[in-house]
Structure formats: C-alpha cells, structure tokens
C-alpha cells in the first residue's frame, strides 16, 4: 500500500510518501515541501492545490493521511491553516483517495512513541524508521510521521478484521 501523509500549513505543506507491505514494512517513496511562502494567501491557497496535484499525479498513492487542524494561538491563524488544509484535502478527494485524519498527538505517538515529542525527535525517528541517510526538514517529516501513523492504523484495523473483531 503506497501512502501519502499531508502535513498541512499555510507558508509550507509537507507531503512524504512511503510503502508499506503484508509484514508491516515500511519503506520510503518520497518527500518534500510546497513552500508558497512570500506569495499573497490566495495564491498560496492555489498554489497547494495545484501542486499537490501534482505530486499524486506523480507517486499515484493508495490512500492518503493528514493531520488534523489544532487550536492555533489566534483565530486568524487557525483559518489560514484551515483553508491551506482545505485546500490539500480538496486535492485528495479529486484524485479519488480514500483519506484519514489523525491528530498531532496520535501521529507522534505512532511514529515516535510519544505523543509530546518535538520536533527533532519527529525528524530523527523517521529517519531512523525509514533508514534515510538524514533528517528531513520538519514539514517533510512531520508528513512523512502521519504515513507512518496511517500504516501503523490500517495494519491494526487489518488484523483485528482478520481476527473477527470488527
């Protein structure tokens, strides 16, 4: 199964996309960051979209995963990142994804054992998960963690419905 995790924002979007196989195993695919920084906020907005797009286009995922909006420290704030989240969730459900929402802290307990990790912790333990040669930059790994978490998830939810407890 070929996951993508969206960490969303309004100056930068991480994306990551790894595979996960039968036993569990995880492998990465990809990852990077749709930094639309220093453009006016509806371009930003479109700009997520379209190039998002793009990247499904290219990886062509399984399923996707994206975090879930938090209570930023200003209303304004908290739009902006809704929009931007917005914005990559309509880019999902275009290209026919089937998408799960988990919060912060259910990613980085799932990818990181502990769900108040910060985010050098995040960004070494995906590296160490996903044998890269370094950290990636934290969006990337932030998004690459919501893959992880959705693996973790989905490989649960597999072996309880196999064991008749769904």
Sequence with gaps: MRIIGIDP?????G?????????????????GCLNVAGRPFLERIGAIYRELSQVLAEYRPDTAAIEQVFMARNADSALKLGQARGAALV???EAALPVEEYTALQIKKASV?????DKEQV????????HLDKNPQADAADALACAI??????????????AGHV
């Design 123 to 130: 960004q070494s333990m995906v590296r160490w998960l996903l």
């Design 113 to 117: 054992g502990a769900g108040h990790a």
């Design 149 to 162: 978490c959705h693996a973790h998830h989905a490989r649960t939810r597999q072996r309880w419905q196999v």
């Design 15 to 31: 994306y990551g996309i790894i595979e996960s196989d039968a036993r569990g195993e995880l492998q990465h695919v990809a990852h």
């Design 91 to 93: 880019a999902l459900l």
């Design 9 to 13: 924002g309004s100056l930068r979007t």
